[in-house]
């Protein structure tokens, strides 16, 4: 499953940056913005259930800049706080756990 994420996540990548140049003020404000964003999140807050999936993710950041940056320093609101979105990371990490309240509660970034 998180190898389809990935999959799907340089698919949304590739539309995205086949339409706009990263300065295009609309760029951030699109369907292929958005669709590129929810890849990626499905991503940052997949479950891992095994040792394998950990090594996945964690090659998958550190080999996409654009994903390793959002994990760096972006936040959603929950329960009208920020939490940074290194906290579900991890939490996601840990395998068996879920962050699913923590993503459904929170706006993105």
């Not at 990548?13 to 999140?41: K, L, V």
């Not at 936040?75 to 993503?103: N, P, W």
């Amino acid at each position: 499953m998180l190898t389809q994420l990935i999959e799907a996540y340089f698919e949304a990548q590739r539309i995205w940056e086949a339409r706009f140049d990263a300065d295009c003020q609309t760029a951030g404000h699109s369907p292929e913005w958005d669709a590129y964003e929810e890849a990626e999140d499905k991503i940052l807050y997949y479950p891992c259930e095994t040792m394998e999936d950990v090594r996945t993710k964690a090659q998958f950041l550190l080999g996409d800049d654009s994903a390793f940056d959002s994990l760096r320093t972006c936040a959603r609101v929950v329960d009208g706080e920020h939490v940074f979105t290194l906290t579900f990371f991890l939490q996601s990490m840990l395998t068996g756990s879920s962050v699913d309240k923590y993503v459904e509660s929170g706006e993105s970034r």
